[in-house]
């Protein structure tokens, strides 16, 4: 980095590294005197070819082709995070904050950013996680009472997914469902954090609802 750094004919760096590492590349850029530009790729599709994170306090969706793209704000938001994009590059999926709530979005060429259904009374959602096909999408809905609920969107509807164990009959009196990280390619398998007995603790869940502890 440092004889990059040092070579006269590159003026501008574009900081591409993880969220944990920008710092150190971007202040030796700076006092370089290079015109440094930051972002923070959280996800890439599944053949590599396209990112996506966040740029400044915008989201933004990349493509050796395209180059940069910035998929804009919901009504009503000031910034805006792309957390996960499916295995084409074709769907993104993230949050978007304002001053006092905000929206899970789900962002395709044709559509633009669009959000996602919310659960009654929640305060702010986030999608972190896309399926393959992009027709499973999951993610946190937080409330300022309870706290936060793993949320599955499909086919337009946002579920609570604690909920739809106990729909089914299954007992979930010692978990409580925070969040869901990931989804596998087919969206039957989704992986999070929640808490068993008060006890942080990750889950997987697996096709046969089956809730396993993660030690």
Same mark, same amino acid.
């Given at each position: %980095? /440092?004889?990059?750094?040092?070579?006269?004919?590159?003026?501008?760096?574009?900081?591409?590294? %993880?969220?944990?590492?920008?710092?150190?590349? @971007?202040? =030796?850029?700076?006092?370089?005197g290079?015109? @440094?530009?930051? /972002?923070?790729?959280l996800?890439?599709?599944?053949?590599?070819?396209t990112?996506? *994170?966040?740029?400044?306090?915008?989201?933004?969706? !990349? @493509? &050796?082709?395209?180059?940069?793209? &910035?998929?804009?704000?919901?009504?009503?938001?000031?910034?805006?995070?792309?957390?996960?994009?499916?295995? #084409?590059?074709?769907?993104?999926?993230?949050?978007?904050?304002?001053?006092?709530?905000?929206? =899970?979005?789900?962002?395709?060429?044709? @559509?633009?950013?669009?959000?996602l259904?919310?659960?009654?009374?929640?305060?702010?959602?986030? #999608?972190?996680?896309?399926?393959?096909? *992009? =027709?499973?999408?999951?993610?946190?809905?937080f409330?300022?009472?309870?706290?936060?609920?793993?949320?599955v !969107?499909?086919?337009?509807? %946002?579920?609570?997914?604690?909920?739809?164990?106990?729909?089914?009959?299954?007992?979930?009196?010692?978990?409580?469902?925070?969040?869901?990280?990931?989804?596998?390619?087919?969206?039957?398998? =989704?992986?999070?954090?929640?808490?068993?007995?008060?006890?942080?603790?990750?889950?997987?869940?697996?096709?046969?609802?089956?809730?396993?502890l993660?030690?």
């Amino acid at each position: %980095v /440092e004889e990059l750094l040092d070579d006269p004919s590159i003026e501008v760096v574009l900081n591409l590294t %993880v969220p944990r590492a920008p710092a150190p590349v @971007t202040l =030796a850029a700076i006092e370089k005197g290079k015109h @440094t530009f930051l /972002e923070k790729p959280l996800a890439i599709s599944r053949d590599g070819a396209t990112l996506v *994170g966040q740029s400044g306090s915008l989201a933004f969706r !990349w @493509t &050796s082709a395209g180059g940069m793209q &910035s998929l804009g704000l919901l009504a009503g938001q000031n910034s805006a995070v792309a957390h996960a994009v499916n295995a #084409a590059g074709s769907i993104v999926v993230g949050g978007s904050d304002g001053s006092e709530s905000g929206s =899970a979005f789900r962002w395709t060429a044709p @559509t633009g950013i669009q959000p996602l259904p919310m659960l009654p009374g929640s305060q702010r959602e986030v #999608a972190f996680a896309v399926n393959g096909d *992009g =027709a499973s999408i999951g993610g946190e809905s937080f409330f300022l009472q309870s706290g936060s609920r793993a949320v599955v !969107w499909k086919n337009g509807q %946002v579920y609570d997914l604690r909920e739809l164990f106990v729909d089914q009959g299954i007992n979930m009196q010692s978990w409580l469902l925070d969040r869901v990280f990931d989804l596998s390619a087919d969206g039957r398998t =989704a992986v999070g954090i929640g808490r068993f007995n008060g006890q942080p603790r990750g889950w997987i869940i697996t096709s046969l609802a089956r809730l396993l502890l993660l030690l």
